[in-house]
C-alpha cells in the first residue's frame, strides 16, 4: 500500500515586493496542488495551506501519496487491415510499432480489437507505472515557478559550489536561497533554481532563537517557524495578529481612537514584517492645523504608518508603527520613527502655508503651461471647454427648479476645479487634487457650494464611490467628465481591450451614476452635441475632432448595459429598455421595473410574440404608414382590434406620458386577444394594396403604441 503523508514546500528567499505578495504565495501554493492532483499525487479531499512571508513562499498539502497508483493505458495502434495480414498475423508497420512500445510479437493475439469511426482498430493495453512523489513534486515545483505571476523578473548568479556552474544564472522573483520538501518527517529529493531541497530554513533576522532552523516535519512547520524563527509564516494569520494588535493599541490610547481602515495599507505592511510588533507613536499637535488628508497621505504613503483617527473620524497626533523586531525597550524604535515621521509632516505644512499665500484664481493662468494632452491642448484650455459644458448643463438643469446661481456657481467652480494642479501640495501629492482644491478655496472666501464641487468634480472615482454632494459638484463632475469622454473619442482613442489609460470606461460609468441616481432629466445626444460644441468655440480654432457623438453614444448605452446586468437584470429585458436608445437616462430604472412587470403577466409572451412579428412584416412593407381608414376596415377582427386600439392606446399613451410606465404597458396587455385575433383571421397582405397598406397601418401604430416603453419583441423566447 502507497504511503500517505502531508507534504511542505518552501522556497527561501530575499525579500519579496511586498505589494505581489499576497498574490505570489497564493498562486505558487495553488499550482503544486493542481499539478499533485493532476499526477495523482493528491486528490480533490486534499488539504492546501498556503504561506507567504516577506523571505519565503510555502505550501501545506495533506494527503499526498509517495507513488501515484499505476494507471490502465489503452493506446490505439492502427486499422486492424493495416496492422494484420489476410492471414492474421502481423505485418512489418505493426511489428515496428510495438517494438517503439517495448513490445513484440507475442502479445499480438492480447491486442484488443475496437471499432475506431467506420473502420476496426487494434489497441495495445498496458498499465502505466505511476508517478513518485519526488518525479511529480519536481515537474510541479518547476510549473510553481515558471507560472508565478512575477511583477518583474530578475537574473542573479548562483553561488559557486552548487552542482551547476559557478557562472550560471537564473531567473526569479528574486534571489533564492533555499528549498524545503518534506513528505513527514523524510526530505524529497527534487530541486529548483539550483538548489537541492533540505530540511533546514531560516527564522527571522534578528530574533530567531536558533538559526538554520532545522525542521522536524511538515505538521510542525508553522509552529516551529514561529517558537524557533520568530516568524509567523502565514500571510492570513500575521494580517489578523496586526489587526488585533492595531485594534488593542488604539484601545490603549483612549479616547475612541481607531486606526484609519486599509485594507491596501494592512495588507502591505503585513508584507513587509515576520513577526509584528505594533507601537504606539506621536508628533506634535501644530501640525494638526494642516488639513488631515495631507497628514494621513504622507504617513500612509511614505511610512507605512497607521493614522488614529478620533470618534469623529477626526486625526488625532498619534499614531501606530508596525514595527518587525520585538526589543524590551522600545523607546528607540519610537523615539526613531516620531523623528523620521516630523520632517515628512513639517514639509506638509511648509506647503500648505506657501500654497495660501496665492489664491487660487491667481494660479488659473499658469494651467495655459501645462500640457493636457498633444491633440488637446492645455490644462488651461481644458478648463475653458468644461466651463462652457458646464454652463450648458447648469442652465438645463437649474431653469425647471427655479435656481438661477447654479449655472453661474458651475462655471465658476469649472473654472477653478484644476487650479490646484499647479499648488506645490499637490505637486507633491498628485492624490490630493481637488481635496486641496477645496481647502484653498474656502480660505478664499469662495462659496461653500463652489468650493466642495472642486473637489467633487472628480467624483466618482471609482465603483461605489460616493456622488457629489451637492447641484453645482453634479454639474462640474458632468461637464468634466463629457469633456474627457468626447475630447478622447474625438481624436480616436478609444479604450481597448484591458488598455484604458484615460479611465473612459469608468467616466461613462461616472456619468450614467449621476444622471440616474440624481433623477437628472436631461437628454443624452443634447449633452454630447453640448460639448462637442465646445470643442469647436476653442479661442484659438487649432483643435479639430471628428464627431464622436454616435460612436461615444454607444459606447455610454453599452456601458449602462452592462452595469444593467451587474445588478440582475436579465439580458432580454436590457436589451428591451435599451433598444429603442431612450434619451433621458434618469427614466432607465422605472422602464426597466415596467418591463420585469409587464414579463410576469400571463399576456406577455403572446404579446412579445406578435411584437415580433408585426416588426418582420413592417421591415419588409416600407410603403406603409400610421394611417387607418375605418371603412376599409372589413374582416370582425380587424373591426374588433382597431376598436380596442381607440380605447386602450390614447390610455396606454397617457399613463405613458405622465411616466407611469408600468400602468403603460399592463393597459395594453389587455389587446392579447384581439391581436391574436387578428392573426388568426386576417390576412394582412391581401392583394388588395388599399385593404393591405390599411391593415399594415393599423399594425405600425400598434407596433408604436407598443414599443414606446421597451421593444417587447425582445422579450420573445
Known amino acids: 500500500m502507497t504511503t500517505k503523508n502531508n507534504l511542505l514546500v518552501e522556497l527561501f528567499v530575499e525579500e519579496l515586493p511586498p505589494k505581489a505578495l499576497r498574490k505570489l504565495g497564493e498562486a505558487f501554493a495553488t499550482v503544486l496542488r493542481d499539478q499533485l492532483v493532476a499526477a495523482g499525487l493528491a486528490d480533490a479531499g486534499s488539504v492546501l495551506t498556503p504561506y507567504a512571508s516577506p523571505r519565503r513562499l510555502a505550501a501545506h498539502l495533506t494527503n499526498v501519496l509517495a507513488q501515484a497508483a499505476d494507471k490502465a493505458v489503452s493506446q490505439k495502434l492502427m486499422p486492424v487491415s493495416v496492422g494484420l ?197 506621536e508628533f506634535e499637535r501644530e501640525f494638526l492645523d494642516v488639513p488631515q488628508e495631507c497628514l494621513i497621505l504622507t504617513m500612509k504613503a511614505n511610512q507605512k504608518y497607521f493614522p488614529l483617527l478620533d470618534a469623529h473620524g477626526r486625526l488625532t497626533n498619534k499614531f501606530l508603527v508596525v514595527s518587525n523586531i520585538n526589543p524590551a525597550d522600545a523607546s528607540a524604535v519610537i523615539g526613531g520613527n516620531e523623528r523620521v515621521v516630523r520632517p515628512r509632516l513639517a514639509d506638509a505644512k511648509f506647503f500648505f502655508d506657501q500654497d495660501r499665500k496665492k489664491s487660487l484664481a491667481s494660479r488659473v493662468e499658469s494651467l495655459a503651461k501645462v500640457v493636457y494632452h498633444n491633440k488637446l491642448g492645455t490644462q488651461g484650455e481644458r478648463v475653458e471647454r468644461v466651463m462652457r459644458i458646464a454652463h450648458a448643463i447648469g442652465e438645463k438643469i437649474g431653469t425647471p427648479i427655479g435656481d438661477a446661481h447654479l449655472a453661474p456657481r458651475a462655471v465658476q467652480a469649472a473654472q477653478l476645479a484644476k487650479a490646484d494642479l499647479v499648488t506645490d501640495m499637490v505637486g507633491e501629492f498628485p492624490e490630493l487634487q481637488g481635496i486641496m482644491g477645496r481647502y484653498y478655496a474656502l480660505h478664499d472666501g469662495l462659496d461653500h457650494t463652489v468650493a466642495d464641487a472642486i473637489e467633487d468634480h472628480y467624483k466618482p472615482r471609482f465603483a461605489g464611490d460616493e456622488l457629489p454632494r451637492s447641484n453645482v459638484g453634479i454639474v462640474v463632475a458632468l461637464a468634466d467628465k463629457l469633456e474627457t469622454l468626447v475630447g478622447m473619442f474625438g481624436i480616436g482613442n478609444l479604450p481597448t481591450g484591458d488598455r484604458d489609460p484615460f479611465a473612459l470606461r469608468r467616466h461613462a460609468l461616472g456619468v450614467i451614476r449621476m444622471l440616474i441616481e440624481r433623477n437628472l432629466s436631461l437628454d443624452l445626444r443634447t449633452m454630447l452635441s453640448d460639448a462637442f460644441a465646445a470643442f469647436g468655440a476653442h479661442k484659438g480654432g487649432e483643435i479639430a475632432l471628428t464627431d464622436p457623438t454616435d460612436a461615444l453614444e454607444a ?23 435599451l433598444s429603442p436608445r431612450p434619451q433621458r437616462l434618469a427614466e432607465v430604472p422605472k422602464l426597466l421595473a415596467a418591463v420585469r412587470a409587464f414579463a410576469a403577466l400571463p399576456e406577455a409572451p403572446a404579446l412579445a410574440a406578435a411584437n415580433k412579428r408585426i416588426g418582420n412584416i413592417l421591415k419588409k412593407s416600407p410603403e406603409a404608414d400610421a394611417h387607418v381608414s375605418e371603412l376599409l376596415l372589413k374582416e370582425p377582427a380587424e373591426k374588433a382590434l382597431h376598436a380596442a386600439m381607440q380605447q386602450v392606446v390614447p390610455v396606454a399613451n397617457g399613463q405613458f406620458e405622465a411616466g407611469d410606465y408600468t400602468a403603460s404597458l399592463q393597459t395594453l396587455a389587455a389587446l392579447r386577444d384581439p391581436v391574436d385575433a387578428f392573426f388568426d383571421d386576417v390576412m394582412v397582405n391581401a392583394e388588395q394594396s388599399d385593404l393591405r397598406l390599411n391593415r399594415l397601418g393599423l399594425l405600425m401604430i400598434l407596433h408604436g403604441a407598443m414599443n414606446r416603453v421597451a421593444q417587447l419583441e425582445r422579450l420573445a423566447a
Open 555 to 577: 459606447f455610454i448605452y453599452d456601458r449602462l448595459a452592462g452595469s444593467l446586468r451587474e445588478q440582475g437584470a436579465s439580458a432580454q429585458e436590457v436589451e428591451a429598455v
Open 85 to 281: 495480414d489476410a492471414s492474421g498475423n502481423p505485418t512489418p508497420a505493426l511489428l515496428k510499432r510495438l517494438g517503439a512500445l517495448g513490445a513484440d510479437a507475442s502479445v499480438v493475439p492480447e491486442l484488443r480489437r475496437a471499432m475506431d469511426g467506420k473502420a476496426e482498430a487494434l489497441f495495445y493495453e498496458s498499465t502505466a507505472k505511476g508517478a513518485t512523489l519526488a518525479e511529480g513534486l519536481q515537474k510541479a515545483l518547476a510549473e510553481a515557478i515558471a507560472k508565478l505571476p512575477i511583477p518583474k523578473v530578475m537574473s542573479y548568479q548562483l553561488e559557486s559550489g552548487c552542482e551547476l556552474p559557478g557562472w550560471s544564472s537564473v531567473s526569479f522573483v528574486r534571489p533564492a536561497h533555499g528549498l524545503v520538501a518534506l513528505h513527514g518527517d523524510t526530505v524529497v529529493p527534487v530541486e529548483a533554481l539550483g538548489l537541492q531541497a533540505g530540511r533546514e530554513t531560516h527564522g527571522h533576522r534578528f530574533e530567531a532563537s536558533v538559526d538554520p532552523v532545522s525542521l522536524r516535519d511538515a505538521n510542525g512547520y508553522d509552529q516551529q517557524l514561529q517558537d524557533e524563527g520568530a516568524v509567523i509564516p502565514g500571510f492570513e494569520a500575521r494580517r489578523a495578529e496586526i489587526a488585533r494588535q492595531l485594534a488593542e493599541a488604539a484601545i490603549k490610547v483612549g479616547g475612541n481612537t481607531q486606526p484609519i481602515n486599509d485594507d491596501a495599507l494592512l495588507d502591505e505592511v503585513t508584507a513587509l514584517v515576520e513577526r509584528p510588533n505594533v507601537l504606539i507613536c
